[in-house]
C-alpha cells in the first residue's frame, strides 16, 4: 500500500525534482472517498500536488516566493471524473458516446469492448462486422466470433476494441511485461539547447507557449493544467475529425484552438511557424503518425532547440501493442479494470482514473522538464502510457473490501460545492471543476474561456 506522500516523492524523484519541494504539500482526507476497491485518491492527491509543487518551483526560479500547496482527496476524485460534475447553463449535456459503443458477448463465452465514439473508428468497426449501423446486427455479428480473433482483426482493419480479460490473463501477455519495463513517466534529454532564464512573472508558466495536439481526455487536461498556470495554450485540430463533444469545453478551459492539417502544405507552414516560438508540444498520436508527416521528437527539437516534446500512447512505447489505438475504456477492458468476474457483464470503474492520472503526470513532466531546461538547457522528451498508468495507480495498492464497499457512490453537496466552480462561453455558463491545487502564491486558474473548434487562427496571440 502506498500513501500520497511516498507516491508523490517517488513522482519528484522521477522527474529529477527535489524531494524537499514536498515539504510544502498538505494532504487532507484518504480513500475511500467514493465506493472503490483502488486507493484513487492517494494517486491523484500525489500527481496533483506533484503539477503544484513542480509550477511551484518554476515560479521560484523565475524570482517568485515559495508557497504552499494542498490538495483534498475529495477534490482529487472528482478530479479524476471531471466531465461528470460539468454542465452547461446549469444542464448536464447529453451522453458523448455512440449507442454501438460497449460490451457485446462472443462464440467463445467472452466479452469484446467496441469503441465506436469517433466516426472513422466506428466506420471501420462496422466495416469488418459487414452490418450496418444498428445495434441488434452488431451483437449478431459478435456472437459469431471468437474473442481473441475478433480483438485481432480490430486492429488490423484499422477499428478499435478489445477483448475483456481478467488481470491475470492482462499479466500474461507479452505486452504487460513491456509496460513494466517502462517508468510510468519517462523525461529524458534529447539535444542541447541554451538554458532559458525566464523573468520574473505573476504565473508560473507566464510568456511560455504550448502547442495541444490532443483528444477526448488525458492530453487536453495535461494542456488545460498549464494553461491553469498562466501558460498561452493553443488546441490544433484537423476539421474533418469528429470532435470530443463536451469533453472540448470541459478540457478547453484556458486555451485557444485553431484548425490545421499537417497533411497540406499549408498546413506544414502554419505548423513550422507556431513551433518557431513554441516551448511545449503535447501529442497523443500513435507513436509513429506523427513521424510520417516528418513531426517526430528528432525532427521537431531540430525544427526548435530547446522544445519540450511531450507523447501519450495508450499501451506503452514497446512492445507488440504500441501501434494500437487504445482509450482510457479499451485499456480499461484489455488490462483487467473493467472485469467482473466470469461470465458477468463487465463494468468500468466510476472514474476516468487513466485518462486523467495522464493528463496530471504529462503536465508534470512538462513542468519538470522546463525547470531542467532553466537549470541545465537543453531539449526534453516526456512519455507516457495509458497501460502504464494504470500500473502505477494499481501500485498504491486496495481498499479492504468491507471498507470500500460502504463508502458513498457520489461526492456530497458540500464536497462539490468546494471544488466547483463558473466561468462564461460563447456555449453558455459553463459549471466546471475548479483547477487544482490550491496554491497560497499562485493559485491555478483560467483566463481564456472555453471556444468551439476552430474559432481562431493558427497563430500565436501577443496579448496576456
Not at 503536465?363 to 522538464?369: S, T
Request: aromatic share 8%.
Amino acid at each position: 500500500m502506498k500513501d500520497a506522500e511516498t507516491s508523490l516523492l517517488e513522482l519528484l524523484a522521477d522527474v529529477g525534482l527535489a524531494p524537499e519541494l514536498a515539504d510544502t504539500v498538505m494532504f487532507s482526507g484518504s480513500d475511500p472517498v467514493l465506493r472503490l476497491p483502488y486507493r484513487i485518491a492517494a494517486a491523484a492527491q500525489a500527481a496533483i500536488a506533484a503539477c503544484g509543487v513542480a509550477a511551484a518551483a518554476v515560479h521560484t526560479a523565475r524570482g517568485g516566493p515559495r508557497q504552499r500547496v494542498a490538495i483534498d482527496a475529495a477534490a482529487a476524485v472528482a478530479a479524476m471524473r471531471s466531465y461528470r460534475y460539468f454542465k452547461i447553463d446549469a444542464l448536464t449535456p447529453g451522453d458523448n458516446g455512440d449507442p454501438l459503443t460497449g460490451f457485446y458477448p462472443t462464440a467463445d463465452g467472452r466479452w469484446v469492448y467496441l469503441h465506436c465514439n469517433f466516426f472513422n473508428l466506428k466506420r471501420a468497426n462496422l466495416a469488418l462486422l459487414d452490418v450496418a449501423d444498428d445495434k441488434a446486427a452488431v451483437a449478431q455479428a459478435v456472437a459469431g466470433w471468437n474473442g481473441l480473433v475478433l480483438e485481432e482483426a480490430l486492429f488490423a482493419a484499422g477499428g478499435c476494441g478489445a477483448l475483456v480479460r481478467s488481470p491475470e490473463e492482462w499479466r500474461a501477455l507479452p505486452q504487460y511485461a513491456s509496460v513494466m519495463q517502462e517508468p510510468v513517466l519517462r523525461l529524458r534529454r534529447m539535444g542541447d539547447a541554451p538554458r532559458l532564464n525566464l523573468p520574473l512573472a505573476e504565473r508560473p508558466f507566464q510568456g511560455l507557449r504550448v502547442i495541444d495536439l490532443t483528444r477526448v481526455l488525458a492530453g487536453p487536461t495535461a494542456t488545460k493544467v498549464l494553461a491553469s498556470h498562466g501558460a498561452q495554450v493553443l488546441r490544433l485540430n484537423r476539421e474533418d475529425l469528429a470532435d470530443s463533444g463536451f469533453f472540448d469545453f470541459d478540457n478547453g478551459l484556458g486555451k485557444r484552438s485553431a484548425f490545421v492539417d499537417l497533411r497540406t502544405p499549408e498546413g506544414r507552414v502554419a505548423m513550422d511557424a507556431l513551433l518557431g516560438e513554441c516551448d511545449v508540444f503535447v501529442q497523443a498520436y500513435r507513436p509513429t503518425a506523427l513521424a510520417g508527416l516528418g513531426y517526430s521528437t528528432q525532427e521537431l527539437v531540430q525544427r526548435k532547440p530547446g522544445l519540450v516534446v511531450v507523447n501519450l500512447n495508450a499501451w506503452g512505447f514497446t512492445g507488440p501493442w504500441r501501434e494500437r489505438r487504445g482509450y482510457d475504456t479499451v485499456v480499461q477492458s484489455a488490462n483487467g479494470l473493467a472485469w467482473t468476474g466470469e461470465g458477468q457483464v463487465p463494468r468500468f470503474l466510476p472514474v476516468a482514473a487513466q485518462d486523467y492520472l495522464a493528463g496530471y503526470l504529462m503536465a508534470l513532466g512538462a513542468m519538470a522538464a522546463l525547470q531542467r531546461r532553466q537549470q541545465e538547457g537543453g531539449s526534453w522528451e516526456v512519455d507516457i502510457s495509458l497501460a502504464g498508468v494504470g500500473e502505477w495507480f494499481r501500485s498504491h495498492g486496495s481498499v479492504d473490501p468491507e471498507v470500500w464497499a460502504q463508502a458513498p457512490a457520489e461526492l456530497s453537496a458540500q464536497q462539490l460545492a468546494a471544488c466547483t466552480t463558473d466561468s462564461p462561453s460563447a456555449a453558455g455558463v459553463l459549471s466546471h471543476l475548479r483547477a487544482m491545487p490550491d496554491m497560497s502564491a499562485t493559485p491555478p486558474h483560467w483566463v481564456q474561456p472555453a471556444v468551439p473548434r476552430g474559432t481562431h487562427a493558427p497563430a500565436w496571440w501577443n496579448g496576456e
